[in-house]
């Protein structure tokens, strides 16, 4: 099961902490990724990273302004969220994939969380 939380609302130029985490099993050698759904548009690749942490990817809407970690000890993956944007608005989502590498397909990922809202005032 993974629980996502950390969402609110803030002003264009804030930052926010989304945090994801994992129970009833260990993800530390899986890789875990951030997803997001605005309303009307379809679900779309924020970052992942992998189980060993080496490889990262984020949507180039996000690079630069989005950086994503993850603590195994703690079973939980993070998403530091800074310099956001009205457009950055949507339903954030965790997941994980059975297997150690990153990706950025959503059909790939094996398990969801149930997602946490983020809206961005202009």
């Known amino acids: 099961q993974l629980q996502a939380f950390g969402g609110g609302l803030v002003q264009a130029g804030g930052s926010l902490r989304l945090s994801c985490a994992a129970s009833?099993?260990?993800?530390?050698?899986?890789?875990m990724g951030w997803f997001r759904q605005a309303p009307g548009k379809e679900r779309e690749f924020v970052a992942a990273?992998?189980?060993?942490?080496?490889?990262?990817y984020y949507a180039d809407s996000v690079k630069d302004r989005f950086t994503i970690s993850r603590d195994n000890a703690r079973n939980t993956v993070s998403l530091q969220m800074s310099s956001l944007k009205p457009e950055d608005t949507a339903v954030y989502y965790c997941?994980?994939?059975?297997?150690?590498?990153?990706?950025?397909?959503?059909?790939?990922?094996?398990?969801w969380g149930q997602g946490t809202q983020v809206t961005v005032s202009s």
């Open positions: 997941a994980v994939v059975k297997g150690p590498g990153a990706t950025m397909k959503s059909g790939n990922y094996d398990y």
């Open positions: 990273i992998s189980w060993s942490v080496s490889m990262t």
């Open positions: 009833g099993r260990s993800f530390r050698t899986y890789a």
